[in-house]
């Protein structure tokens, strides 16, 4: 039978040969993605999930990092089944290139190239070995070129377009193949690398000496005995090596010294001398720089302990005096200062040197925010103790708390290049409306990407136009190291988000009640449980957001962008969603009782178990929607379109297909309603659907629908 020509059988070798590996990997991964989005979609039996396996997450980050992807949730929930294929989807690949690696070493063939009829093999004829088959596969075929590949990627400017890497990658690895056809052997780099063959696993293997074939240097550990020689191999030339250059040198340099004997001398003693004066020039500079760094603390030491007295000594009545030296304090360069400012900010009794203390922090720069944050968390928990207790001391402590509040909030505004990694955790920020010392949030337009805000009070802020969302180190947006703010668990009630960039921004059991998000870009956010009840979110883009378990009653959703989104679970009790859109959503087991959901866009959006009833969905796009044992009773669906819309097990009771003609009062026979106002089922099965009546059903066989009772 006539056989394939030996560089077809390679490359097709190679084809399976990486079909294997990505198949391993693919298989199990797809699986585990299957039964994440199965518990999402709350359709599996077991719908509990987990968190994301450490090995996992370790390795998602460090591949993230490697190619610039945007780093996902950190407490990301998958289920059981999803942790536990993932996991094979690492260790099968492992296994399947350490085992195509054992055989190609001892046999010289992989499965496929054992398939194939390919063969490779050292010098001898011998199998290559198993280092040997490490070094050709690891470095030679697949990290050469894709190690630079990633470097021209990663420093040439074209870094974090993924497509033009896996483009540059492609083309090393046929530029590292290419090489073949230049070479009278048909040898890759790789071969040559590890000094292999490829040859035809059907034919005695004899090397070609008459073109001058290169020599071979064995590798570490790779010597091994000829097993099964070649009867046509008789012999391998080793070329001699020549007496090593650094040898004659320094013989030379022997030589002259001794022919040099006083210059020699000179040099050397002039060497020594140098030395010397050298080690005792520095050692004195070392000395005096010590002594100089010792006067100068004990200077700072004695000025500070001097100021601490001052203002222990002082009257509360001496302002003057205790201002003078709260300001000297900030301009020393000791480390005691800020802090012990901080304690005196939350020990001093008069108000305006309360509001010194925090300009004097203030000027200190972020180097104050841990502290003043640590006083603010114990200020807290006074004004907790405190509660019903005298009304001096309560007032005392609220002056006390807003002068953190007011030093944090302008160490925010004005070093907002500096802050991206401050820790402000259940940090109390919060709107003080009531004398004597009021207080509001403003950070209008600010950059306050990377802060961590968790836990923390921020009601009633005003935030609008802010980032929260920044690029990191790289300088680029949508990478790894992105500065991305955290607001899990934070109160944002009726705070003003207004414009605000809130993108891929981690919000999960957030309080949003009454906030205004009005143009808000918060996609891809995670908003897990959050509280957007009574919220304004008109013409925001929540586009891959994700709402699971969210509460977003009575929120006006006008225009708002849900693309994608996930609502399973989410309570959106009489929203008002005119016009929003959500193409694709993950819908199922929402709550809609009572929304006005007109010219609203829910095509190939996921609605089963959904709660539709007493909905206003006139003009609404459903087209090709999963509406399966959904509730729609007492729905309004005038001009709806439910072409192509799944509506088995739905409860379409008392449910309005069109809208009918006011009648007039002396009219006594109601008029056909308006065909602009009918609901377009063309096509549509209502076989399943639940409580249909007989006036519904004429309606949808006069339309086109599907009914078994339609003639």
Known sequence: MHRLPLGTRRGAATIVEVSLVLASALVPYSIGLAAKFCTN????VSPETVPLNPVLATTEDAIAQTLAIPRRAS??????????????????????????????????????KGWLGVQVVQAPG????????????????????????????????????????????????????????????????????????????????????????????????T?????????????????????????????????????????????VGFSCMSAVLGTFVGTQMYIQNQANWRSSKQQNNQVFLALVERLSRSSPNQLEERRSAILALARLDDSRAIPFLVDLLGQERVPALMETIGQTLVSTGPEALPYLQ???????????????????????????LVGTQRAIAKILSIYPAQVYKADLSRTDLAQVRHEPAPFTLVLDKADLSGILFKGASLAGASLRNSRFLGAGEDGRLGTFDDRIADFNGADLKEANLSGALLSRVPLNRTNLIRATLNRANLSQAQLVGANLSSSKLIGADLRQAVLENASLTGADLANANFTQSNLSSARLGQVSAVGAKFPFALLTNSNWQGADLSEADFQNANLQKADLSATRLVGANLAQAQLQNANLQNTNLSAADLRGANLAGANLKGAT????????????????????????????????????DAKQIGLICDQGGRHPRCQ
């Open 374 to 400: 640590r006083l603010n968390l114990s200020l807290q928990k006074d004004e907790a103790l405190l509660q019903g207790s005298g009304f001096v001391e309560r007032q005392l402590i609220a002056r006390r």
């Open 657 to 692: 297909f069109a809208a009918p003609k006011p009648v007039q009062s002396d009219q006594f026979i109601q008029e056909a309603p308006n065909a602009a106002s009918l609901a377009r089922v063309q096509g549509v099965d209502f076989s399943q659907v639940k409580n249909l």
């Open 223 to 267: 010597e091994q005995p000829a097993k099964r020689a070649r009867e046509t191999i008789t012999s391998i030339a080793l070329t001699s090596q020549s007496s090593k250059p650094s040898s004659k040198r320094s013989l030379r340099l022997w030589d002259w010294m001794r022919q040099n004997p006083s210059l020699t001398l000179i040099i």
């Open 41 to 44: 979609a709350g359709a599996c």
């Open 126 to 221: 011998d199998p290559p070995g198993l280092i040997r088959a490490i070094w050709r596969e690891g470095v030679g075929r697949w990290g050469l070129p894709l190690s630079t590949a990633y470097l021209i990627w990663r420093y040439s400017g074209a870094f974090p377009d993924l497509g033009i890497l896996l483009g540059l990658s492609a083309l090393m690895w046929l530029g590292e193949n290419a090489i073949a056809l230049f070479n009278p052997e048909r040898r890759t780099l790789h071969d040559r690398i590890a000094g292999t063959f490829v040859i035809d696993g059907a034919r005695a293997f004899v090397p070609d000496r008459s073109r001058n074939a290169p020599q071979f240097n064995q590798l570490p550990g």
């Open 75 to 112: 407490n990301q929930r998958v289920a059981p089944l999803t942790n536990l294929f993932w996991c094979g989807a690492l260790v099968a690949p492992v296994l399947v290139v350490g085992w195509q690696l054992y055989k190609l070493g001892k046999t010289g063939q992989t499965s496929p």
